[in-house]
């Protein structure tokens, strides 16, 4: 499914016949938002059952007045985003300033000083923020635009409102499953123009970085980097995707001719799907699903 409005494209929607508009208090509003993208998800509290998923395509913007306008011109169009009677809200930013804290070194009065090392940020139009990991140590500090912040905030200010980083979602939910499937692996996540890569040592996070994408072969070249980085062989490490690709497509061919004991990830089973979801590949959209596992 494909719709096209000034500022965005609705480019896949699927939604369960047991969705009930009427239960709206039950559900939890997943929100990912990107520079060039947007999805959401709404999951029911009583059963763990995704109910709704929507990915939109988001015209450029030049500045981050022009984003929140497309944004705003996304939940006003929408039938269910401006409600503000969600059980509770998960809101995941996409971007490039963030940095992973040790619990045992975090200090909530240095967020500023954690984020400079990794990016630079502008005090006037960025608000930092942090999410406390549960699966691991580590303290996510990351930028969110203050105009989106203060909006998204005043729009659900009577729920329960937790904002993330994408990496927090992708780390949580690949703990999750090296816990059920038992292996350690690396993990790659294939967003539009990044590419995401995990790693764990004793159920333990080991690794995460983001990688942006400016051609096919910067993702061998990065994955290459962290291999060596690691110690880790291409001929026998176990890798796991998730993410924008296809099974059958000409990247995935191409991947498989450096990286032999590669596999896709499975759809995450603290979930449960509606046969209406099976038009969407159970690799995709694994950050969405994630942030269930996110308080």
């Given amino acids: 499914m494909e719709t ?4 965005y494209r609705l480019i896949k929607k699927i939604k369960d016949d047991k969705f009930d508009v009427d239960s709206l208090h039950d559900y939890n509003l997943h929100i990912q938002l990107g520079i060039r993208d947007l999805q ?27 984003l929140l306008t497309i944004i705003k011109a996304v939940f006003s169009d929408h039938h269910l ?57 580590a303290v996510s500090v990351f930028a969110i635009n203050t105009g989106v912040y203060k909006w ?4 659900y200010k009577n729920t329960e409102v ?11 939910g690949v703990i999750n499953n090296a816990q059920i499937h038992r292996r350690e692996s690396m993990y790659l996540y294939i967003d539009r123009f990044k590419l995401h890569v995990t790693t764990l040592k004793n159920n333990k996070l080991e690794y995460y970085n ?7 072969n910067d993702y061998i070249r990065y994955i290459m ?4 980085g690691l110690n880790r062989s291409q001929k026998t490490s176990d890798v796991v995707l998730w993410g924008y690709i296809g099974k059958q497509s000409p990247h995935y061919n191409e991947f498989y001719k450096y990286i032999k004991n590669i596999s896709f990830g499975d759809r995450p089973t603290y979930l449960k799907y509606g046969y209406m979801f099976d ?10 699903y994630s942030m269930h596992l996110c308080d």
């Fill in 4 to 7: 096209t409005t000034a500022g």
């Fill in 40 to 66: 959401i998800a709404v999951v029911d509290s009583t059963s763990n059952k995704c109910l709704i998923l929507e990915d939109f395509i988001l015209d450029p913007a030049k500045t981050y007045s022009e």
């Fill in 162 to 172: 937790v904002f993330m980083h994408q990496s927090s979602a992708l780390i949580e």
């Fill in 152 to 155: 998204l905030t005043e729009l």
């Fill in 81 to 137: 985003l401006m409600a503000g009677f969600w059980k509770r809200v998960r809101v995941s930013i996409k971007n490039s300033k963030f940095s992973l804290v040790p619990s045992s070194l975090f200090v909530k009065d240095a967020l500023l000083d954690y984020l400079r090392l990794n990016a630079k940020v502008n005090e006037s139009t960025e608000t930092v923020l942090y999410y406390k990991h549960i699966k691991t140590t």
């Fill in 279 to 288: 038009e969407a590949q159970d690799h995709h959209f694994f950050d969405l």
């Fill in 225 to 228: 980097l962290v291999m060596k």
């Fill in 210 to 216: 983001q990688f942006s994408i400016k051609q096919f």
